[in-house]
């Protein structure tokens, strides 16, 4: 047990990330750096995707106020495709 922390404390101090335990000596464990990486790209892709649909839905709300249709009703007897 004690060979494994000094193991993990060796990693730490070359500047490699311990991996919470999946380190084999001094390098860093694959899985773990591919975990790391694909979670920073998740992360990334969610935060691009949120401002896009907060960007989309502002300029949605602009464009019913705009118009003067209500949302998801019709309009006389006219549904809301035809205009």
């Known amino acids: 047990m004690g060979h ?12 490699y990330p311990s991996f919470s335990g999946r380190s084999r000596g001094i390098y860093p464990h694959p899985a773990g750096d ?13 935060f691009i995707y949120t401002s896009l649909f907060l960007f ?15 949302l998801c009703q019709e309009v006389g007897n006219r549904s809301l495709n035809e205009y």
């Open 34 to 46: 591919a975990t790391n990486r694909k979670n920073r790209i998740v992360f990334a892709r969610s």
């Open 4 to 15: 494994v922390r000094k193991q993990k404390a060796a990693a730490d101090d070359l500047g």
């Open 56 to 70: 989309d839905r502002y300029f949605a709300d602009r464009w019913w106020i705009k118009k003067n249709i209500p």
